[in-house]
C-alpha cells in the first residue's frame, strides 16, 4: 500500500527556514520519483520540486530557484524539501506525490495529507 506522510510545516516569518519531511511506505525511492507540491486558498496547484528515481534529476519551479533544496535518503524512504528565506508567497499547503514512474511527476495520483507552511510577520 502506497503511503505518503509529511511532517515539518509551521508558521514562520519572512527570512526563516523550515525543512519538510516526506515519508514514503509501499514503495522505494530507488525506483519512483517524488514531486513537492503545495497549493494556497483560491490558486491552483502548483509543482515546487521533485527528484527523480536515481536521485540524479531535480527540477525547481523559478520562484523557489537558489531558495529550495530538496534531497533524499534511500536508508530511510524519505525526501526532504529543505526551505530558505522563505517569502509570504511562499504560505500554502505542501504535499508530496508520486506516480510510481521514474521521472518527476506532474499528476499526484498518490499524496499524502499535506502539511501547512505560513510565512507571515
Known amino acids: 500500500q502506497v503511503q505518503l506522510v509529511e511532517s515539518g510545516g509551521g508558521s514562520v516569518q519572512p527570512g526563516s527556514s523550515l525543512r519538510l519531511s516526506c515519508a514514503a511506505s509501499?514503495?522505494?525511492?530507488?525506483?519512483?520519483?517524488i514531486g513537492w507540491f503545495r497549493q494556497a486558498p483560491g490558486k491552483d496547484r502548483e509543482r515546487v520540486s521533485c527528484?527523480?528515481?536515481?536521485?540524479?534529476?531535480?527540477y525547481f519551479v523559478d520562484s523557489v530557484q537558489g531558495r529550495f533544496t530538496i534531497s533524499r535518503d534511500t536508508e530511510k524512504n524519505t525526501v526532504y524539501l529543505q526551505m530558505n528565506s522563505l517569502k509570504p508567497e511562499d504560505t500554502a499547503v505542501y504535499f508530496c506525490?508520486?506516480?510510481?514512474?521514474?521521472?518527476?511527476?506532474?499528476?499526484?495520483?498518490?499524496r499524502g495529507q499535506g502539511t501547512q507552511v505560513t510565512v507571515s510577520s
Open positions: 509501499g514503495f522505494t525511492l530507488a525506483n519512483s520519483a
Open positions: 527528484i527523480s528515481s536515481s536521485g540524479v534529476r531535480v
Open positions: 506525490a508520486t506516480d510510481l514512474g521514474t521521472r518527476c511527476p506532474r499528476e499526484t495520483p498518490y
